[in-house]
């Protein structure tokens, strides 16, 4: 049972576009929910997080956007550059002592 | 320097032997976690220890053994039990087992079963 389904698997956008990946996910009780980072070879790092009183949570180039009522959840990448070439993961965990779920994951390659 | 250390990097295994992956943090977190990944699965919970002493099972925890007998160390075992040991694992933690804490990942061991 997949509870975080993550779409697309892969990405190539071209320099300066827009990135965009997008996850959904089942559980109603999970009320957090990170993106990480992760580049070839090493750990995932958070990237960046929401909680579901908000709608949209933006840092810098990289934005969340958050849909409740759909139970989805995107990150959108502006002005994407080589260096975003990564993979990424979305993830959700539910109040209390509770773990992450994570996506299966995005490989995104930026073209310069 | 603060974070989370995971030794070897690389570690070849034979069919049939168990092997320790080490993880220790000095951020002085309460929380640790192990996950497994392989290609196009994401990130697989094994096992997570919220206190010393204690611990509990992920989602794939079977043919794998861990234990928290100091707050900066969690070692987790492959052992022979495991069918398909080959994967990168990651050790992460957290402040405390509370969500929305930000979990912070070791940089991984590779285990290539030979």
């Known amino acids: 049972q997949q509870q975080v389904k993550q779409s697309p698997q892969s990405l190539i956008v071209q320099k300066g576009g827009i990135s965009i990946i997008n996850c959904a996910y089942e559980?109603?009780?999970?009320?957090?929910f990170p993106w990480y980072q992760q580049f070839p070879g090493k750990g995932p790092a958070l990237l960046i997080a929401?909680?579901?009183?908000?709608s949209e949570k933006k840092e810098g180039r990289f934005t969340i956007s958050f849909n409740k009522s759909a139970k989805q959840f995107s990150l959108h990448i502006m002005d994407s550059q080589p260096g975003d070439s990564a993979t990424y993961f979305c993830?959700?965990?539910?109040?209390?002592?509770?773990?992450?779920?994570f996506g299966k994951g995005t490989m995104l390659l930026v073209s310069p | 320097d603060g974070g989370i250390t995971q030794s070897p990097k690389y570690l070849f295994r034979k069919e049939g032997q168990n092997v320790t992956l080490s993880c220790e943090q000095n951020?002085?977190?309460?929380?640790m976690y192990w996950y497994r990944q392989d290609p196009g699965q994401g990130l697989r919970l094994i096992y997570y220890?919220?206190?010393?002493?204690?611990?509990q099972k992920g989602d794939i925890a079977e043919g794998y053994s861990v234990s928290r007998e100091k707050k900066e160390s969690f070692p987790l075992t492959v052992t022979s039990a495991q069918k398909n040991p080959t994967a990168f694992y990651l050790c992460?933690?957290?402040?405390?087992?509370?969500?929305?804490?930000?979990?912070?990942f070791g940089p991984g061991t590779r285990l290539t079963v030979l």
């Open positions: 992460a933690s957290t402040p405390s087992d509370v969500s929305g804490d930000t979990q912070y």
């Open positions: 559980n109603t009780a999970f009320d957090y």
């Open positions: 929401i909680r579901p009183d908000v």
């Open positions: 993830a959700a965990s539910k109040g209390g002592y509770s773990t992450l779920t």
């Open positions: 951020l002085n977190h309460d929380a």
């Open positions: 220890s919220q206190i010393v002493n204690d611990f």
